[in-house]
């Protein structure tokens, strides 16, 4: 997973066009630039955002992250302007933007279909919001030019929508809702119709271009390694709710919630009740049999109800029961290896009924896996890889 770090700075001690804008650094990174206060959207008796409330920072490249029909493209299109909302307000640099109509927003939408005009070329699908602005016909021509150089399409201009790639009609879009110059750019699962290398190539691409413009991005995704990948910070959204938001880092290995540490990748959960907490560790009985010892700090008192979280590359396979300690330890038998290249995972059928996972890079030969299908193995995790979560 990339990691982002949003005050990068240039060779003068400030990220590249800093002395545009008013304020230090520090202070742009905490300024909320976008505000949601506690924002409703309703259609009929279905409730699609639920007083939901956010700042996005200044500069900031932010992920509305979650599963179909948890509200996050109704929240993208009420920062549009397309819809509006039932309740609560949108501030943008301070200001209450919720009446105002999407021409007259400092923000641009790329959709997740691109939109082009067919009929258009790729000269005139770029240029077609700043004729509708009424700019003279040179500066339109030179904000063209400068856009597809942006978005490396030197020499495309003439052509039509027909006649590109997936990919090359993606950067006509882009270059489409950049040429404005907008303070926010949305971004509506911009890269689902790209291939998969292509759309790992793009990622980095974006970020890049988010950092060489020193603008606001917002992108709408179900994708969980793209917004690992390209955010700042991210808003896990579920039932029209946010669950957390953070740095892709600590949504990962510090999530606030079961339903966090279940969506955001892979994981293995284990029910219990606390045993006793205190002197920098935990004590859980766990359901399934047996005691779990962690050490991520929890408040909650002995006999509350609780998860603990591991990861599965966090998770440490075994062929043998003397290589492993008492704590944190299962046995079983391989079910299946899956092969990815990189990684192999492993799924455990434990002896208590269990099934957990652990994830082992391929440091080696396939051929000099640490075990097979059907091999009886031992899986231990250390105290630190576990995370208590009490919802």
């Not at 997740?112 to 016909?137: C, I, W």
């Not at 969980?224 to 600590?250: F, K």
């Not at 700090?297 to 440490?316: F, L, N």
């Amino acid at each position: 997973m990339a990691q982002r770090n949003p005050g990068d700075t240039g060779s003068a001690g400030e990220p590249p066009g800093l002395a545009a804008l008013p304020g230090s650094w520090d202070e742009l990174v905490a300024r909320p630039l976008v505000q949601f206060e506690s924002v409703s959207k309703r259609f009929g008796n279905f409730v699609a955002v639920e007083r939901l409330s956010l700042d996005i920072r200044e500069r900031e490249f932010f992920a509305l992250l979650g599963p179909s029909g948890c509200g996050k493209t109704t929240l993208l299109r009420m920062l549009a302007g397309f819809e509006q909302p039932s309740e609560g307000r949108i501030l943008l640099d301070g200001v209450d933007i919720s009446d105002v109509p999407p021409h007259r927003r400092p923000v641009n939408m790329m959709f997740q279909s691109y939109a082009l005009f067919p009929h258009l070329t790729v000269e005139g699908n770029v240029a077609f919001g700043l004729r509708q602005d009424g700019m003279p016909k040179p500066e339109i021509a030179a904000r063209v030019r400068e856009m597809l150089a942006l978005v490396k399409l030197d020499g495309f201009g003439a052509r039509r929508p027909h006649q590109l790639s997936g990919g090359q009609r993606q950067r006509v879009a882009l270059a489409r809702a950049l040429a404005k110059r907008p303070r926010v750019l949305l971004l509506d699962e911009p890269m689902s119709a790209l291939d998969r290398k292509l759309r790992e190539d793009t990622r980095f691409e974006l970020m890049e271009l988010q950092d060489k413009l020193g603008l606001t991005f917002v992108i709408v995704t179900h994708d969980q390694e793209e917004a690992m990948t390209v955010a700042d910070r991210i808003g896990v959204m579920n039932a029209g709710r946010l669950a957390q938001v953070a740095t892709p880092s600590d949504i990962y290995e510090h999530p606030n919630s079961r339903w966090v540490a279940d969506f955001i990748g892979d994981v293995n959960l284990f029910e219990g009740r606390v045993v006793s907490s205190g002197l920098g560790h935990t004590v859980i009985e766990s359901e399934a049999g047996g005691r779990l010892l962690v050490t991520h700090p929890t408040d909650a008192s002995a006999g509350t109800a609780v998860t603990v979280a591991v990861r599965p590359e966090k998770v440490r396979i075994d062929t043998s029961a003397s290589r492993v300690s008492d704590e944190n330890c299962f046995a079983g038998r391989v079910v299946e290896v899956g092969y990815l290249g990189g990684v192999s995972i492993y799924k455990v059928a434990l002896d208590n009924g269990l099934r957990m996972k652990a994830t082992v890079a391929n440091r080696t030969r396939p051929v000099e896996r640490p075990a097979g299908a059907g091999d009886r193995v031992w899986l231990s995790f250390p105290p630190e890889a576990g995370v208590v979560l009490l919802r």
